[in-house]
Nanobody, 123 residues
Framework: QMQLVESGGGLVQAGGSLRLSCAAS????????MGWFRQAPGKDREFVAR????????GYADSVKGRFTISRDNAKNTVYLQMNSLKAEDTAVYYC????????????????WGQGTQVTVSS
């Protein structure tokens, strides 16, 4: 398992942007598929985005497609989530996670998790 630490959350107005970062420890970061999930108050945790080992392939939840972009820098052991055109419904705790399974968005397939970072979008 890897240690994951998210940062970059905060309070932003609707229509604004934020960039989340997730720093990973471990020498095998480039072997992992990395994902972002979120959990709003009173709701289940849900998939947001994932990116493959090389960064050449990414997948998104329909709710964020066209607004959010996931990327990674394997030299820095870091994955990012650029969030644009933020909406009030994007308010949640955002979690970074890692898996060795390609192409999955299932929470149960991700075995390393960060502690989360709060994103609050005011309307």
């Amino acid at each position: 398992q890897m240690q994951l630490v998210e940062s970059g959350g905060g309070l932003v107005q609707a229509g604004g942007s934020l960039r989340l970062s997730c720093a990973a420890s471990g020498r095998t970061f480039s072997s992992y598929v990395m994902g972002w999930f979120r959990q709003a108050p009173g709701k289940d945790r849900e998939f947001v985005a994932r990116i493959a080992w090389s960064g050449s392939s990414a997948g998104y939840a329909d709710s964020v497609k066209g607004r959010f972009t996931i990327s990674r820098d394997n030299a820095k052991n870091t994955v990012y989530l650029q969030m644009n055109s933020l909406k009030a419904e994007d308010t949640a705790v955002y979690y970074c996670a890692a898996t060795l399974r390609l192409g999955t968005s299932r929470i149960s397939d991700f075995n390393s998790w960060g502690q989360g970072t709060q994103v609050t979008v005011s309307s």
